[in-house]
């Protein structure tokens, strides 16, 4: 049995016991239970529970493990759909809401997100989702005792990394970047920032049917992160050895080995720096460099949309509570969240790190979403397919000595075709 299989298998049984279990659960104390299946674990899962508890009806929560999808699809073909979902990519909304499978749901008068984030959401003129969670994903952090000025702008960065990589390449210091390549997504991140800061408007046109994945921009983006992975010395062990790299471990080179100076990601590094800090001091962070002379560029943001399944109990009540201005507020009180709520006062959030990241996301003109979780079918990526494996060979070849110029015609060549086998592209 392969690892696929197996993992699909897990899914479907993970979606079977959790669906007697909901129904289980519904069935106690006379009053049936909202049930909810989430992409959350650990201390999210947790929060999250603390949240609904202030829910009026009982609220039953399970969470679905990384492949809510597969997780969501078993539980429709058994006919044991929950009433609510908590999704992490605003495609599922669209293609759910064209199956037939979601109610159309409503926002309260509290509720207002970004320019551009609603419209992710909407299908046919009707709202299928609601954000309640954001992810800020252009920050890298470090110790300040470890990088006493770091970088501005997107040469600032490549100037340090050399740098610092001709140090460590002598055994005298720490590799300059960690990176978690194993994780696809770290890599589609990267590409993201990179890409809404050269060319803004091609970024977004890369989320259309006509989407151009052998276009200058896309070349121009890929070229500017051989440019950076290239270098000889950027990561611990080399580019080998990072691809074996997790994104927690990543995080962990930074904070608790020491073995790297800096780590780009998203605000949930600080879940991974709480448990894994060694010493008491705070890692700082700054916004991803730019190529223009301010250092600042575009925002990219992901984000975690609530829907109610069609035939539910109280799923569309529940879906327009979590969007009130005070039902995260044990979340924000706890910190590790970041509202996509522009109507919750900056004052509510407990942890001035994410207060402040809050505020950038409120700038006008800025926000992109995370490109990868907008695109179609298998292309959005999982593990060992789509744009994440793409991500992943074309980071191989300009760590292994292949020239920039033939790993990029490789890559765009790989984008180009799996986006037409998704429906779209070319």
């Avoid at 997100?113 to 309640?132: H, K, N």
């Avoid at 890599?187 to 049917?209: G, K």
């Avoid at 609530?306 to 799923?315: D, E, L, S």
């Amino acid at each position: 049995m392969t690892p696929a299989v197996r993992a699909t298998r897990r899914t479907l049984l993970r979606a079977a016991a959790a669906g007697a279990a909901a129904t289980a659960a519904g069935c106690t104390g006379g009053t049936r239970s909202v049930q909810v299946a989430v992409v959350w674990s650990g201390s999210e899962l947790d929060r999250f529970r603390e949240v609904v508890a202030g829910y009026p009806d009982p609220v039953h929560v399970v969470s679905a493990g990384n492949d809510i999808d597969a997780f969501l699809r078993a539980r429709h073909l058994a006919g044991t759909s929950p009433d609510v979902a908590i999704l992490s990519r605003p495609g599922l909304v669209t293609e759910y809401a064209l199956r037939d499978w979601l109610s159309p749901v409503r926002a309260s008068p509290e509720y207002a997100v970004p320019t551009g984030l609603s419209d992710l959401l909407v299908t046919e003129e009707q709202r299928y989702g609601v954000w309640v969670k954001a992810a800020h994903k252009s920050l890298i952090w470090h110790l300040p005792s470890e990088l006493r000025t770091p970088p501005r702008t997107w040469d600032e960065l490549v100037a340090l990394t050399r740098q610092l990589g001709a140090i460590a390449r002598r055994g005298s210091g720490p590799a300059p970047l960690a990176i978690g390549a194993a994780d696809g997504w770290v890599l589609t991140d990267w590409f993201e920032n990179v890409l809404a800061d050269l060319a803004p408007n091609s970024y977004d046109a890369l989320t259309r049917r006509d989407a151009d994945w052998q276009g200058r921009p896309v070349r121009d983006a890929l070229d500017r992160l051989a440019e950076l992975w290239s270098i000889d010395g950027a990561f611990p062990g080399g580019g080998r050895r990072a691809l074996l790299t997790q994104y927690e471990e990543s995080v962990i080179q930074v904070v608790h080995s020491h073995r790297a100076v800096m780590v780009f990601e998203a605000d949930f590094t600080a879940e991974v720096v709480g448990t894994f800090r060694r010493g008491s001091e705070e890692p700082a962070t700054i916004r991803f460099p730019s190529a223009r002379p301010s250092g600042t560029g575009p925002l990219i943001v992901g984000g975690d949309v609530a829907v109610a399944f069609a035939g539910g109990q109280g799923g569309v009540e529940l879906v327009e509570w979590l969007t009130r201005a005070d039902s995260f507020r044990p979340w924000l009180r706890a910190g590790g969240y970041l509202s996509p709520n522009t109507r919750i006062p900056l004052d509510d959030y407990a942890d001035p790190v994410r207060r402040r990241l809050a505020e950038e996301m409120r700038a006008p003109g800025t926000l992109r979403f995370d490109l990868s979780d907008q695109l179609p079918g298998p292309f959005t990526g999982s593990d060992g397919v789509g744009i994440w494996r793409i991500m992943q060979d074309f980071f191989a070849d300009v760590t292994d000595g292949v020239p920039a110029a033939e790993a990029v015609r490789r890559a765009t060549g790989q984008l180009a075709a799996a986006a037409r086998s998704a429906g779209g592209g070319r």
